[in-house]
């Protein structure tokens, strides 16, 4: 349902490519964990995950702060765009599908990232089709492997009707495929990407 959100990378259909692929014995399974909770009056669904991959920290940064290439690999996410940087603040404008059921819903956000390079980004929301949206992702050095720990954790309440139960199942879905998506990424070969992206711009 709002799997072009998260990365954020935050949220389209995403290449063969990058659809999961079987774990590394020695990497841990990817968890996702997803609670329906109310909080000022919102209902929220509060979410955890992670994962982890054999790439390490650096590339893992790079990527994941390429905001402007996210919609290539963020299921859902059909546009993300860098609209000002401003030290380790970065505005961001999202354009994404949720899917409900039957139902399908364009979403547009402009969110908030902040930088603490190579370790965490912090998203909030400024403005769009959400009544709250906050996320956050978190990086961690496996020196056992080489390889990155990837925490997600994010709030979000949205401006339009979600069934409950069926909502908490829907979105830990989404999450699932969205991390699932991120983590593929992020472990393909370097020969298979694109050429590397300057660390000027940082991000589902």
């Known amino acids: 349902m709002k799997r072009f959100l998260l990365y954020l990378l935050f949220g389209l259909v995403a290449p063969v490519s990058v659809l999961a692929q079987a774990p590394r014995a020695d990497l841990p399974k990817l968890q996702v964990d997803v609670k329906r909770e109310t909080q000022d009056s919102l209902t929220m669904y509060v979410i955890d995950a992670s ?56 979403i547009h956000l402009i969110v908030r990232a902040t930088e603490q390079p190579m370790s965490s980004i912090d998203i909030s929301l400024v403005s769009g089709d959400m009544k709250h949206y906050e996320s956050r992702w978190e990086l961690i050095p496996m020196p056992e492997t080489g390889g990155t720990r990837i925490l997600y ?37 370097a020969s298979a990407t694109r050429p590397a992206i300057e660390p000027r711009q940082a991000l589902n």
């Not at 996210?70 to 940087?85: A, G, K």
């Not at 069934?163 to 472990?187: H, Q, Y």
Request: proline share 6%; net charge positive.
């Open 153 to 189: 954790s994010g709030k979000m309440a949205p401006n339009f009707y979600v069934p409950g139960l069926l909502g908490t199942n829907i979105i830990r879905s989404d999450i699932e495929k969205m991390m699932n998506a991120v983590l593929a990424r992020l472990d393909r070969p």
């Open 51 to 106: 994962g982890a991959v054999l790439a390490p920290l650096p590339a893992v940064w790079r990527i994941l702060t390429g905001y402007d290439h996210m919609e290539e690999f963020v299921p859902d996410l059909t546009s993300c765009r860098v609209l000002s940087r401003n030290g380790n603040e970065v505005i961001i404008e999202q354009f994404g599908t949720a899917r409900l059921l039957f139902v399908s819903k364009s």
